[in-house]
């Protein structure tokens, strides 16, 4: 059974893999416990990604987008918000891939849910596919090349 710890330092090793393979370069923040634990280099611009583990339940990916810290009155859970980072990466073990979500896709909600594969009942409206965030179609086009 794996940590959180050790669940997040595998997303982040993952994410950043990901983004090597795409020609991204990596970069970490000199210190632990800020909004966000990657830098993507594209060419262009810098992005900020908090990098997430998603567990897979069903045929659904679960996303949290809050941080927790323990404290004196005990977990403290925080959302993020608009301007702490640029994108959001999640990585799931269960189908060993990276996905890369906008902040603009969370605005502000504390959790996300990507389909792996359309509803049952084909409800379309507020369902998301999780191949529509899979982290080469959601990358700038500069940095996959001509």
Sequence with gaps: MLTTNQKGAIAEAAIAFAALEVGYDVYRP???????????DTGERLMRIQCKWAPLNGEVLVIRSYS???????LLRRPYVSGEFDALGAYCAAVGRCYLIPYEAINGAVQLHLRLSPARNNQQLGVRLASHYEFGATLPQTALGP
Aim: hydrophobic share 35%.
């Design 30 to 40: 000199m210190f632990e416990g800020g909004r966000y634990d990657l830098i993507f």
């Design 68 to 74: 927790s810290r323990r404290n004196a009155e005990g």
